[in-house]
């Protein structure tokens, strides 16, 4: 069974910084596109970053994406945090292959929560 398993999230003050992992299991990080999204209460999840170096505007410079094959593992290491990076952050694998359909797997998130 896939598994994607978030860690790191936290409380920090604003300007701290942050890093989150993604520890996946039944799948190989390196065989999937990997990414990070978040999500806002009442809000839509929206994308934060990706393995093919896409950055949201809103976190361009401050966050690095990062993946480790022999770990099976990919990071999100966030800097210069402020109150409006407050969300839950989740873990994506997805997939699109031409004989066995496409996949997308999500973690069930990681709270980040930015405040004085």
């Known amino acids: 069974q896939v598994q994607l398993v978030e860690s790191g999230g936290g409380s920090v003050q604003p300007g701290g910084s942050l890093t989150l992992g993604c520890a996946a299991s039944?799948?190989?990080?390196?065989?999937?596109?990997m990414a990070w999204y978040r999500q806002i209460p009442g809000y839509e999840r929206e994308f934060v970053a990706s393995?093919?170096?896409r950055y949201a505007d809103s976190v361009k410079g401050r966050v690095t994406i990062s993946r480790d094959n022999d770990k099976n593992m990919v990071f999100l290491q966030m800097t210069n945090l402020n109150p409006d990076d407050t969300a839950r952050y989740f873990c994506?694998?997805?997939?699109?292959?031409?004989?066995?359909?496409?996949?997308?797997?999500w973690g069930q998130g990681t709270q980040v929560t930015v405040s004085s």
């Open positions: 393995m093919n170096g």
């Open positions: 994506n694998a997805h997939r699109l292959a031409l004989f066995v359909g496409s996949e997308d797997y």
């Open positions: 039944g799948i190989r990080v390196s065989a999937y596109g």
